[in-house]
């Protein structure tokens, strides 16, 4: 009889049970990790292909069993081992039965296993394998004690989507990218639910919403080493999606107001947000353009911006604005890049920073409607814009060559902002002078046609918002 037969018959053993042995124990259950562990790889794949589903299931649960169950500890280097041998087949089998057998949380475990002791391929592979199981009806599970929302009622995320999602943030590169592209529209947001961690408590005293989007964020962060820019602005639409979600409060409601800033969920909402900055910053203008196609009422850069500029971070929206001016490298004349036209003789680069300066009034707007708040969060966003175009708070160089953002001086926000504090300006006036490129004598770029696509983009981004 072979090794592999000799362990499937050891393991039924085990499981077994009869007038005299009539429930599995601990020590049952920790000879079979033992028998797994002497095993090869290719083996403990064997062996479970060699096993029926039910006795997967049976399996399953007794090792959540109320009288003879494995360790957190203990379950963890079981799934280890069998995450080093099984390939994507036989580790969605192992899934199925400790979904039947009513484990969700271990569907978690087996999917960090995979995450941490798989090469790239197998992940990729096993993703592939889960993808049509992520969006199945299972909207919410009971997390054990030990889970680390350990008092919730209940984990708003499909515990299948939680398992990719542990797999997916351990990928880079192209191999992110197939991954991702594996899934349909409503996997991956079932995969990005997963990941803000949405817990709900019910009580006497109320209902409560906590999140934790640390998984979320390093899926954000595994985007980042993509040099796909679809991908990239897919995915940050996504989270800017689940953003929204955590700063509305849940099913619960915000406290006070809905953009996130109730206390409690202040630091899930930096986590995403610090992560999607990563993300957007790997490539602007390229993410930019790609938002306008999937995304043309510009919710998700809104959202985005209000975060930032809620969490009092301007100055990294100013760096988007002068990224986009003057290009991610920031080597180019933003009056120039203002009127090229790409391939198909578009506007392009007038079209992005419409795009995303609608975005940027928008969120302004939806911060704070107080004309002294709104004049120094402008004030600090244009500085933060200045700083990143690398010039002094004395302003452009004497040469005369400059424009756009690189006329741009302390002195000249300060008059501007001022004036809409104290003479009762429009903001979208101001936001417009700010923001519209100007040429080397400090006058706004004269083309009708580059004009007429900014202004067409921000004002369609801030009707929508």
């Known amino acids: ?45 064997d062996v479970i292909a060699g096993m029926s589903d039910a006795e997967l299931e049976n399996w399953a649960g007794e090792i959540h069993g109320s009288l003879g169950s494995l360790s957190a500890d203990e379950r963890q ?23 039947a057998s009513g484990n969700p949380d271990s569907i978690r475990e087996l999917g960090a296993a995979v995450a941490t002791h798989r090469s790239p391929e197998a992940k990729q592979a096993f993703i592939e394998a889960m993808a049509g199981r992520t969006n199945t009806g299972d909207a919410h599970f009971d ?47 079932s995969v990005m639910q997963a990941g803000i961690g949405q817990a709900e408590t019910s009580s006497r005293n109320g209902n409560i919403t906590n999140f934790d989007t640390t998984l979320a964020g390093r899926i954000v962060d595994a985007a980042a ?84 500029l809620a969490a009092g971070r301007e100055e990294q929206v100013g760096e988007l604005i002068t990224k986009v ?29 419409g795009y995303l300066m609608g975005a940027v009034e928008a969120g302004v707007r939806t911060v ?13 966003i244009f500085g933060g814009a200045l700083k990143i175009a690398g010039l002094p708070g004395g302003g452009p160089a004497a040469s005369g060559s400059r424009t756009g953002v690189d006329m741009l001086s302390d002195q000249i926000i300060d008059s501007i902002v001022e004036g809409y504090e104290e003479d009762g300006a429009k903001l979208s006036d101001v936001m417009y002078e700010l923001g519209y490129p100007t040429d080397a004598n ?10 007429a696509v900014f202004k067409s983009q921000r004002g369609h981004v801030l009707d929508e918002n």
């Open 325 to 353: 001016q003057k290009g991610d490298d920031l080597q180019g004349d933003p009056a120039t890049r203002f009127i090229e036209t790409d391939a198909d003789g578009q506007y392009a680069n007038a079209h992005n920073l």
């Open 1 to 45: 009889m072979s090794t592999v037969d000799n362990a499937i018959n050891s393991i039924k053993d085990r499981l077994s049970q009869g007038i005299f042995d009539w429930d599995v124990s601990h020590g049952d259950l920790k000879s079979i990790n033992n028998t797994l562990a002497d095993l090869s790889p290719s083996e403990r794949n």
């Open 143 to 189: 997390p054990e004690p030990t889970h680390r929302n350990d008092v919730t009622d209940k984990l708003l995320a499909d515990p299948d989507a939680l398992a990719v999602a542990e797999v997916l943030a351990s990928l880079e590169g192209e191999y992110f990218d197939d991954a991702w592209n594996a899934l349909s529209d409503s996997q991956q947001a």
């Open 77 to 99: 280097t079981l799934f280890n081992k069998l995450a080093e041998g099984l390939d994507a087949e036989q580790m969605v089998r192992m899934v199925a039965a400790f979904d």
């Open 442 to 451: 400090g006058d706004p770029v004269n083309h009708p046609g580059a004009e």
């Open 368 to 380: 704070t409607d107080d004309r002294v708040a709104q004049a120094e969060m402008i004030r600090d």
């Open 225 to 308: 080493s993509s040099s796909d820019p679809n991908v990239k602005a897919d995915v940050f639409e996504l989270a800017s999606e689940k953003l929204a979600v955590v700063q509305g409060g849940g099913d619960n409601g915000a406290v006070p107001f809905g953009v996130g800033t109730d206390s409690r969920n202040e630091g899930a909402r930096d986590t995403l947000a610090n992560s999607m900055t990563t993300l957007i910053n790997t490539d602007v203008n390229a993410i930019v353009a790609r938002l306008e196609v999937v995304d043309h009422d510009g919710s998700a850069l809104v959202t985005y911006v209000t975060e930032q």
